[in-house]
């Protein structure tokens, strides 16, 4: 059924929706954003997006297990306890993230998108 209403580049994981665009884009999600960004950094989170704390763990877990290659089972004792304190990190800046982006940004993008995309009822 996928298939009868999206093209094939929309159903990759890679596609990006020009709605998406278009709402990142506009003045007041841009100013969301920035204060996501400053309330990250009082937190003590290095963070401009929340689309930047993803990449940011699985650097750093990355890094931690060389790239997967060292399994928890083979670690140190100080590999693993540091991977308990990402574990730790990832879920305090996961929770602080999610109340941001559900206090800031979701309105906003409700807001934009009612503006942009609601048909208009006659």
């Not at 204060?35 to 699985?58: I, Q, S, T, W």
């Not at 990832?90 to 941001?100: G, I, P, T, Y």
Request: hydrophobic share 35%; aromatic share 6%; net charge positive.
């Amino acid at each position: 059924a996928l298939e009868r209403v999206f093209k094939p580049d929309q159903l990759k994981g890679t596609y990006y929706n020009p709605q998406d665009t278009l709402i990142r884009n506009d003045r007041r999600m841009k100013a969301a954003v920035e204060k996501y960004a400053r309330e990250m950094k009082k937190a003590g989170y290095d963070y401009g997006h929340p689309d930047d704390v993803e990449p940011d763990l699985r650097a750093r877990l990355a890094a931690l297990s060389s790239n997967g290659r060292i399994p928890v089972e083979k670690m140190t004792p100080d590999q693993k306890a540091a991977l308990k304190r990402l574990q730790a990190y990832e879920l305090a800046v996961a929770k602080k993230s999610v109340k941001l982006q559900e206090d800031l940004l979701t309105p906003v993008e409700e807001r934009i998108q009612e503006e942009m995309f609601a048909r208009k009822v006659q």
